[in-house]
Protein backbone atom coordinates (compact mmCIF):
# COMPACT_ATOMS: atom_id res chain seq x y z
CA UNK A 1 0.00 0.00 0.00
CA UNK A 2 0.90 3.74 -0.84
CA UNK A 3 1.81 5.74 2.17
CA UNK A 4 0.02 8.59 1.64
CA UNK A 5 2.38 11.22 3.21
CA UNK A 6 5.24 10.90 1.37
CA UNK A 7 3.06 10.44 -2.12
CA UNK A 8 2.08 14.09 -1.36
CA UNK A 9 5.31 14.94 -0.59
CA UNK A 10 6.60 13.65 -3.89
CA UNK A 11 3.68 14.99 -5.62
CA UNK A 12 4.34 18.51 -4.18
CA UNK A 13 7.65 18.79 -5.19
CA UNK A 14 7.45 21.37 -8.36
CA UNK A 15 11.57 21.02 -8.98
CA UNK A 16 11.07 17.87 -11.40
CA UNK A 17 14.78 18.47 -12.58
CA UNK A 18 16.17 18.39 -9.02
CA UNK A 19 19.05 16.03 -8.92
CA UNK A 20 18.58 12.67 -7.43
CA UNK A 21 20.79 11.04 -5.13
CA UNK A 22 21.59 7.21 -5.46
CA UNK A 23 22.82 4.88 -2.64
CA UNK A 24 26.62 5.41 -3.65
CA UNK A 25 25.85 9.11 -3.56
CA UNK A 26 26.12 10.17 -7.19
CA UNK A 27 24.73 12.54 -9.06
CA UNK A 28 21.74 11.85 -11.61
CA UNK A 29 20.11 14.42 -13.74
CA UNK A 30 16.70 14.08 -15.54
CA UNK A 31 17.38 16.45 -18.50
CA UNK A 32 14.25 17.03 -21.19
CA UNK A 33 14.10 18.60 -24.46
CA UNK A 34 10.99 20.60 -24.70
CA UNK A 35 9.91 21.00 -28.25
CA UNK A 36 7.81 23.54 -30.02
CA UNK A 37 5.56 23.14 -32.62
CA UNK A 38 4.62 26.31 -34.49
CA UNK A 39 1.48 26.41 -36.64
CA UNK A 40 0.40 29.31 -38.53
CA UNK A 41 -3.56 30.32 -39.53
CA UNK A 42 -5.25 32.99 -41.03
CA UNK A 43 -7.49 34.43 -38.96
CA UNK A 44 -10.54 34.15 -41.63
CA UNK A 45 -9.62 30.63 -41.89
CA UNK A 46 -12.31 27.27 -41.15
CA UNK A 47 -9.28 25.53 -39.43
CA UNK A 48 -10.65 24.70 -35.95
CA UNK A 49 -7.93 22.14 -34.62
CA UNK A 50 -4.33 20.64 -35.33
CA UNK A 51 -3.05 17.47 -35.19
CA UNK A 52 -0.06 17.16 -32.88
CA UNK A 53 2.22 14.56 -32.11
CA UNK A 54 1.20 13.47 -28.45
CA UNK A 55 5.20 13.33 -27.21
CA UNK A 56 5.09 17.02 -28.01
CA UNK A 57 2.32 17.30 -25.52
CA UNK A 58 2.81 15.15 -22.64
CA UNK A 59 4.93 15.86 -19.35
CA UNK A 60 8.60 14.89 -18.81
CA UNK A 61 9.81 11.87 -16.97
CA UNK A 62 9.85 13.75 -13.95
CA UNK A 63 6.40 14.96 -13.91
CA UNK A 64 4.29 12.51 -15.50
CA UNK A 65 3.15 10.54 -12.59
CA UNK A 66 2.36 14.28 -10.96
CA UNK A 67 0.20 15.62 -13.55
CA UNK A 68 -1.93 11.90 -13.71
CA UNK A 69 -0.56 10.30 -16.63
CA UNK A 70 0.61 6.88 -17.34
CA UNK A 71 3.97 6.48 -15.72
CA UNK A 72 5.14 4.35 -18.66
CA UNK A 73 7.70 5.23 -21.29
CA UNK A 74 4.44 5.52 -23.24
CA UNK A 75 3.05 8.31 -21.03
CA UNK A 76 6.10 9.82 -21.15
CA UNK A 77 6.33 13.22 -23.44
CA UNK A 78 8.74 16.07 -24.03
CA UNK A 79 6.52 18.95 -21.95
CA UNK A 80 6.33 21.03 -24.87
CA UNK A 81 4.54 22.88 -26.72
CA UNK A 82 1.97 24.40 -29.67
CA UNK A 83 2.75 28.49 -30.58
CA UNK A 84 -0.22 28.87 -33.15
CA UNK A 85 0.48 32.42 -35.33
CA UNK A 86 -3.04 33.80 -36.28
CA UNK A 87 -2.00 36.36 -39.35
CA UNK A 88 -4.44 38.93 -40.54
CA UNK A 89 -3.43 41.26 -43.92
CA UNK A 90 -5.73 44.19 -43.51
CA UNK A 91 -4.91 47.30 -46.18
CA UNK A 92 -1.39 46.11 -46.68
CA UNK A 93 -0.22 45.58 -42.86
CA UNK A 94 0.28 42.10 -41.51
CA UNK A 95 -1.81 41.53 -38.00
CA UNK A 96 -0.26 38.88 -35.63
CA UNK A 97 -1.75 37.71 -33.00
CA UNK A 98 -0.19 34.44 -30.78
CA UNK A 99 -1.32 32.01 -29.13
CA UNK A 100 0.09 28.99 -27.43
CA UNK A 101 -0.69 25.49 -25.05
CA UNK A 102 0.86 23.14 -24.06
CA UNK A 103 -0.48 20.01 -21.11
CA UNK A 104 -0.30 22.86 -18.29
CA UNK A 105 -2.60 24.66 -20.41
CA UNK A 106 -5.31 22.08 -21.02
CA UNK A 107 -4.85 21.27 -17.65
CA UNK A 108 -4.99 24.68 -16.28
CA UNK A 109 -8.27 24.24 -18.31
CA UNK A 110 -9.45 21.18 -16.65
CA UNK A 111 -8.41 22.29 -13.09
CA UNK A 112 -10.80 25.33 -13.84
CA UNK A 113 -7.71 27.56 -13.27
CA UNK A 114 -8.86 29.14 -16.84
CA UNK A 115 -12.66 28.93 -17.68
CA UNK A 116 -14.39 29.69 -20.85
CA UNK A 117 -18.01 30.88 -20.97
CA UNK A 118 -18.75 28.86 -23.82
CA UNK A 119 -19.84 25.17 -22.42
CA UNK A 120 -18.93 23.85 -26.21
CA UNK A 121 -15.19 25.10 -25.64
CA UNK A 122 -15.30 23.37 -22.08
CA UNK A 123 -16.22 20.08 -24.03
CA UNK A 124 -13.69 20.13 -26.56
CA UNK A 125 -11.17 21.23 -24.50
CA UNK A 126 -11.35 18.24 -21.78
CA UNK A 127 -12.00 15.54 -24.71
CA UNK A 128 -8.61 16.91 -25.99
CA UNK A 129 -6.58 16.41 -22.69
CA UNK A 130 -8.57 12.96 -22.38
CA UNK A 131 -7.54 11.86 -26.03
CA UNK A 132 -3.77 12.72 -25.06
CA UNK A 133 -3.53 11.21 -21.49
CA UNK A 134 -4.69 7.50 -23.54
CA UNK A 135 -3.29 5.32 -25.95
CA UNK A 136 0.29 5.51 -27.44
CA UNK A 137 2.43 9.00 -27.50
CA UNK A 138 3.29 8.36 -30.96
CA UNK A 139 -0.10 9.11 -32.17
CA UNK A 140 -1.52 12.51 -32.68
CA UNK A 141 -4.15 14.41 -30.74
CA UNK A 142 -6.45 16.83 -32.29
CA UNK A 143 -6.30 20.46 -30.65
CA UNK A 144 -8.87 22.71 -30.74
CA UNK A 145 -8.43 26.33 -31.04
CA UNK A 146 -10.33 26.30 -27.87
CA UNK A 147 -7.42 24.97 -26.01
CA UNK A 148 -5.07 27.84 -26.69
CA UNK A 149 -4.21 31.05 -24.99
CA UNK A 150 -3.77 34.47 -26.02
CA UNK A 151 -0.13 35.90 -25.29
CA UNK A 152 -0.29 39.64 -24.76
CA UNK A 153 2.86 40.56 -26.02
CA UNK A 154 6.18 38.87 -27.26
CA UNK A 155 7.12 38.53 -23.39
CA UNK A 156 4.19 37.01 -22.33
CA UNK A 157 4.66 34.33 -25.38
CA UNK A 158 7.86 33.70 -23.74
CA UNK A 159 6.89 33.00 -20.34
CA UNK A 160 4.27 30.70 -21.78
CA UNK A 161 6.67 28.83 -23.63
CA UNK A 162 8.98 28.90 -19.94
CA UNK A 163 11.92 30.56 -21.77
CA UNK A 164 13.35 33.82 -19.64
CA UNK A 165 11.21 36.37 -20.45
CA UNK A 166 10.22 39.92 -18.32
CA UNK A 167 6.68 38.51 -18.06
CA UNK A 168 6.17 36.74 -14.74
CA UNK A 169 6.34 32.54 -15.40
CA UNK A 170 5.30 31.43 -12.37
CA UNK A 171 1.73 30.25 -13.80
CA UNK A 172 2.66 26.84 -14.67
CA UNK A 173 3.39 25.74 -10.73
CA UNK A 174 0.20 27.47 -9.96
CA UNK A 175 -1.57 25.00 -12.03
CA UNK A 176 1.09 22.21 -11.20
CA UNK A 177 -0.09 22.67 -7.50
CA UNK A 178 -3.53 22.55 -8.31
CA UNK A 179 -3.78 19.56 -10.12
CA UNK A 180 -1.44 17.78 -7.51
CA UNK A 181 -3.98 18.65 -5.16
CA UNK A 182 -6.94 17.28 -7.04
CA UNK A 183 -4.82 13.78 -7.94
CA UNK A 184 -4.07 13.65 -3.67
CA UNK A 185 -8.07 13.60 -3.22
CA UNK A 186 -8.47 10.52 -5.15
CA UNK A 187 -5.83 8.87 -3.03
CA UNK A 188 -7.04 5.80 -0.45
CA UNK A 189 -6.34 7.25 3.01
CA UNK A 190 -3.96 5.88 4.94
CA UNK A 191 -6.97 3.56 7.67
CA UNK A 192 -8.33 2.63 3.91
Not at 25 to 43: D, E, N
Not at 117 to 129: A, E, I, K, M, Y
Request: with cysteine.
Amino acid sequence: MVDRRSLKTLLLSPNSREPRKTANAKTISCVTKKKTQVKSVATNSATQSWNIHKRILRPSLGNVDRLGFDPTPEGVGTEGGVVLIEFEDKEDQLRVRYRYTDVFVLLAFECSVIERDDGRSRTVVTNCLDSLMQRLGNERVAVPQAAFVSARDVDSLLSLLGLHSNADSGWKWITFSVRNRAIIRTLPTDGA
